[in-house]
């Protein structure tokens, strides 16, 4: 791509907690259009376990699509303040996953993590349901 950010946003959800879980991650140009999206069943997880690899997700298909700059949105609080440094990560489970998203992270030129209320990541919270749905149907 030309160097241009790109929004990406992701969102993990889970049928009970734990329970069967789905991920989703959707990216745009500052136009709105939507530039790559993906979901993925997850099988029984965490829903912190289904947030973190909903971002992994994203940063893979950002990295796949040539972006190097992004500005990333997520309604998981938690996530936003330990990728940014203002929270530490206790769970072992999770500090395996966040070392690979800090070395995605590190694949790209800038990443900006903001934390958005849930209302503003439908289309991420969407897909990651709709990985669980297709998977329960199939």
């Keep these: 791509m030309d160097g241009k950010t790109v929004r990406l946003f ?7 907690n734990p329970g069967m879980g789905g991920a989703g991650a959707i990216i745009f140009d500052d136009s ?13 997880c965490t829903n912190n376990i289904a947030e973190y690899r909903a ?9 796949a699509g040539g972006f190097t700059n992004l500005e990333v949105y997520l309604d998981s609080e938690l996530l936003a303040n330990q990728i940014n440094g203002l929270y530490k990560v206790k ?3 999770l500090k395996v996953l966040m070392k690979e998203i800090h070395d995605l992270i590190a694949s790209f030129e800038s990443v900006h993590v903001r934390h958005v209320r849930r209302c503003h990541n439908e289309l991420a919270d969407r897909l990651a349901n709709r990985a669980i749905d297709e998977h329960e149907e199939g």
């Design 91 to 93: 769970n072992e489970n």
């Design 10 to 16: 992701s969102d993990g959800a889970c049928r009970g």
């Design 55 to 63: 971002l992994i997700l994203g940063l893979k298909g950002a990295l």
């Design 32 to 44: 709105d259009h939507v530039l790559w999206e993906g979901s993925e069943y997850l099988g029984h």
